[in-house]
């Protein structure tokens, strides 16, 4: 048999135990390469065990968000980096106030954001956590900072 390349969508119909989900695995021994999604793959997995939003974040590569329909990406906020402990709970933190206020997942991708940004930005994991009108004020200087759909 020839190699092969599996995609993202093949892998998952593997993992899913959807149709021709058989098929894929009669090719992974033949692959030679897979181009993945780390995201994608994972996020639709949480969401086929019940989660309706999944979020990942990846530290300096920016964070990740799928609501079941749509997939969602943005950008670390740059800025200075002292000390990355607290980072991600900050932007967890953030995320689910921005929620909790019933804002979009976008809303909330921009607030989790900017709010690991100005952790990082200060020894520890708590100092530099910004507050309601804090994150009202960046947010509204920041108005193009927004995720991307992919």
């Keep these: 048999m ?3 390349i599996l995609d ?3 892998l998952l119909a593997y993992f899913n135990s959807e149709k021709g989900g058989d098929v894929v695995e009669e090719l992974l021994s033949s692959s ?3 181009t993945v ?3 994608e793959v994972i996020a639709e997995r949480m969401h086929k065990l019940g989660v309706k939003i999944c979020v990942l974040t990846d530290g300096p590569k920016g964070s990740y968000v799928y609501d079941g329909a749509k997939y969602y990406f943005l950008e ?3 800025g200075p980096v002292v000390e990355r402990t607290g980072c991600g709970d900050a932007f967890g933190a953030a995320f689910t106030a921005a929620r909790v206020y019933d804002l979009s997942v976008e809303e909330a991708m921009r607030w989790g954001t900017f709010n690991s940004a100005y952790v990082i930005r ?3 994991p708590q100092n530099g956590l910004l507050d ?3 994150m009202l004020s960046l947010l509204k200087d920041n108005k193009d900072f927004k995720p991307k759909e992919i």
Aim: proline share 5%; aromatic share 4%.
């Design 132 to 134: 309601k009108q804090e």
């Design 32 to 34: 030679i390469m897979s």
């Design 37 to 39: 999604n780390i995201a």
């Design 8 to 10: 993202a969508s093949a």
């Design 2 to 4: 020839s190699k092969v």
């Design 122 to 124: 200060m020894p520890g």
């Design 76 to 78: 670390i906020y740059d």
